[in-house]
């Protein structure tokens, strides 16, 4: 691929493999297998196959290799594995990297997946993993031990939004020799600089802003080229949490468009933090791409917008917030995020329900707080929709 394209050039070109009937639109291969022409070209392939050669869809296949191809141009990764889901993708980059021994240092505040993946299943491996406030250096300081491995964190927590610090974590962990993987949906690849900051590993759900529009799980893993063949492709293969060829197809359609959708989006988003900055029922608005957000210098250096989601806390507790999210005419009431609809959430009865009241307290999952997802719908009528809900309250 010309390395000289810009973005959106990349996210529209990018990848492309043409079969012989040179289609405009990318090819569905539909296929888990692949004929050899002989016993001595099976056998070949499965010594080494070439760029363009496949063998089952669990280990790759054309249509996956294009997605592969289009978002580890979009993310300036070397290469990239597409996954079966963004949970198949975190626990996949964690997984193919730990062994029993190693020590992790987390940041605390995290999707509940992950959250489960580090707390419950890696330390019944034996990986010790320490848990830290992640926007504070000083924890990551002295958590970071000489035989730290591996660092993980969301680069911007849900639902909260607090943003980490990726260049100063990063070297951080270089220091001692440990590998920093992040989960990077919040910051989205389209505003993401994660890889020029510092990681090693960035890891997405597709789910969210790659689809876009609600039709599709799927995830991503990117980093080097020796560490997507070499670890994780091993790792991914053997055990089965492969994207399907239709799934990457969705995917591949969602990039088209990834970067139009996601500037209108924070666009949206900005227009409304704007617009309900100290709002009576509301004790808090919380958007990164606002200059009120505690770290929002730390955001213009880091990602330059605030990304697609705001986090607002009702007055009231559960009773007022319910009120709000029962009020609302187009934003709709679900758990995804990205979507090109408009979407709310009230993580401590849904998303975060699994959590002890101490640990909701911890990470600012108060009953009020609501999570908004801002879509690609008119941004006046958002508005509208959003301070018409304030108003049943
Ligand atoms: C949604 C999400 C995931 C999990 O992705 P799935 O595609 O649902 O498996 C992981 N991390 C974050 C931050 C998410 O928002």
Known sequence: MDKKWNTRTKLVHGGTRRSQYNEVSEAIFLTQG????????????FLQAGEDEFIYARYGNPTVAMFENRIAALEGAEDAFATASGMAAVSGALMSMLKAGDHVVSARALFGSCLYVLEEILTRY?????????TDLAAWKSAIRSDTSLVFFETIANPTLEVIDVAAVSKLAHAVGAKVVVDNVFATPVFSNAMEQGVDVVVYSATKHIDGQGRALGGVILGTTDYIRKTVEPYMKHTGGSMSPFTAWVMLKGLETIDLR?????????AIAQALQGHAKLTR?????HPSHAQHELVTRQMGKGGTVIALEVKGGQAAAFRFLNALDIVLISNNLGDAKSIATH?????HQRLSEDHKQELGITPGLIRLSVGIEDKDDLIADVLGALDAV
Do not use: M
């Open 126 to 134: 034996g990986v010790e993993v320490t848990f830290v406030d992640g």
């Open 285 to 289: 608005v919380v958007y990164p791409g």
């Open 347 to 351: 993580p401590a009865t849904t998303t």
């Open 34 to 45: 692949f004929v050899y022409d002989n016993a001595e070209a099976a056998e070949a392939r």
């Open 262 to 270: 996601v500037r209108a989006q924070a666009e949206g988003a900005e």
